[in-house]
C-alpha cells in the first residue's frame, strides 16, 4: 500500500497517517515532522529550514524532496510500502515525486484527501495551539498556511482524481469514524491494485500536468 495524503492544516493527516501506516505495516513519512526534528536537533538541513516553518512558508523544494526520496529509499528495502503525510504541496513536487516514485517503482495507489471545512480546521489548530508549543500555531501563520493549502496544495488534487486514485473522506467527523472510512477505502484499492501490474499505472503523460497548472509551480 501507498498512499499519498493531501490534506489541510488541522484535518488530521497526522493521527490518521499512523493508523494507515500501522494497518498495512508500512512507514509513516511526515514531512513536517522530519523537518521539525530536523530543527530540534540543529542539523545543517535544520538550521535552514526553521525560518520557513516558524512563519508558515513552504520549505524549498529541493530540500524536502530529497528528504522525501531518502525515506523512499529506505522504504523500498523494507515492505516498498509508505504512507506519505505533508508531501506534494506543490505542483512541481507533485511532478518530482511522480518520477521518483516511477525511477523507483513506487508510484502511489492512493491519494487521499481528508476534507475538512475552514471554520473547524481554524478550531482545531487554535485549540492545538492551547496545549501544544508548535512555533508555527500563532493565529497569523495558521491562515498562512491554510491560505496556502487552499491556493498551492488543494488544487493538485484534481490531478489524482485525473488519475483514478484519488480517495476522498469527509474527516470532520469522530476520529475513530473517519479512520473506519479511510481504511475500508483503502483495503478496496489495495485489492483492486493487487490486479493492476506496477507498468500498467505508469504511463501517465505528465503534459496533462504542465497544462492543468502551469509549468513555473
Ligand atoms: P500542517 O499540515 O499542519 O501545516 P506539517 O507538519 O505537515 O503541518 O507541516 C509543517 C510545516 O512544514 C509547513 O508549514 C511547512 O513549512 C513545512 N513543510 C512540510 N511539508 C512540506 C513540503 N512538502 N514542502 C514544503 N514545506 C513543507
Same mark, same amino acid.
Given at each position: 500500500?501507498?498512499?499519498?495524503?493531501?490534506?489541510?492544516?488541522?484535518?488530521?493527516?497526522?493521527?490518521?497517517?499512523?493508523r494507515i501506516a500501522e494497518h498495512f505495516a508500512?512507514?509513516?513519512?511526515?514531512?513536517?515532522?522530519?523537518?521539525?526534528?530536523?530543527?530540534?536537533?540543529?542539523? #545543517?538541513?535544520?538550521?535552514?529550514?526553521?525560518?520557513?516553518?516558524?512563519?508558515?512558508?513552504?520549505?524549498?523544494?529541493?530540500?524536502?524532496?530529497?528528504?522525501?526520496?531518502?525515506?523512499?529509499?529506505?522504504?523500498?528495502?523494507?515492505?516498498?510500502?509508505?504512507?506519505?503525510?505533508?508531501?506534494?504541496?506543490?505542483?512541481?513536487?507533485?511532478?518530482?515525486?511522480? #518520477?521518483?516514485?516511477?525511477?523507483?517503482?513506487?508510484?502511489?495507489?492512493?491519494?487521499?484527501?481528508?476534507?475538512?471545512?475552514?471554520?473547524?480546521l481554524l478550531r482545531r489548530l487554535l485549540a492545538?495551539?492551547?496545549?501544544?508549543?508548535? =512555533?508555527?500555531? =500563532?493565529?497569523?501563520?495558521?491562515?498562512?498556511?491554510?491560505?496556502?493549502?487552499?491556493?498551492?496544495?488543494?488544487?493538485?488534487?484534481?490531478?489524482?482524481?485525473?488519475?483514478?486514485?484519488?480517495? =476522498?473522506?469527509?474527516?470532520?467527523?469522530?476520529?475513530?469514524?473517519?479512520?473506519?472510512?479511510?481504511?475500508?477505502?483503502?483495503?478496496?484499492l489495495a485489492s483492486a491494485a493487487d490486479q493492476?501490474?506496477?507498468?500498467?499505472?505508469?504511463?501517465?503523460?505528465?503534459?496533462?500536468?504542465?497544462?492543468?497548472?502551469?509549468?513555473?509551480?
Amino acid at each position: 500500500m501507498r498512499v499519498l495524503m493531501i490534506a489541510a492544516p488541522g484535518a488530521g493527516k497526522g493521527t490518521q497517517g499512523e493508523r494507515i501506516a500501522e494497518h498495512f505495516a508500512v512507514p509513516h513519512i511526515a514531512t513536517g515532522d522530519l523537518l521539525r526534528d530536523h530543527v530540534a536537533r540543529q542539523t #545543517e538541513l535544520g538550521r535552514e529550514v526553521k525560518q520557513y516553518l516558524d512563519s508558515g512558508d513552504l520549505v524549498p523544494d529541493d530540500v524536502v524532496l530529497d528528504m522525501v526520496r531518502e525515506a523512499m529509499e529506505a522504504a523500498k528495502q523494507d515492505s516498498g510500502g509508505y504512507v506519505l503525510d505533508g508531501l506534494p504541496r506543490t505542483m512541481k513536487q507533485a511532478r518530482r515525486l511522480y #518520477e521518483t516514485a516511477v525511477e523507483l517503482e513506487m508510484t502511489a495507489t492512493a491519494a487521499l484527501h481528508l476534507e475538512v471545512g475552514e471554520d473547524e480546521l481554524l478550531r482545531r489548530l487554535l485549540a492545538r495551539a492551547d496545549h501544544e508549543q508548535r =512555533s508555527d500555531d =500563532s493565529e497569523d501563520v495558521i491562515r498562512r498556511r491554510l491560505t496556502l493549502y487552499r491556493e498551492v496544495t488543494e488544487p493538485i488534487l484534481d490531478w489524482y482524481d485525473e488519475r483514478g486514485i484519488l480517495v =476522498s473522506v469527509a474527516a470532520d467527523r469522530p476520529v475513530d469514524d473517519v479512520t473506519r472510512e479511510v481504511l475500508g477505502a483503502l483495503d478496496v484499492l489495495a485489492s483492486a491494485a493487487d490486479q493492476i501490474p506496477e507498468g500498467g499505472r505508469r504511463s501517465v503523460d505528465l503534459t496533462g500536468l504542465h497544462a492543468a497548472f502551469g509549468a513555473a509551480r
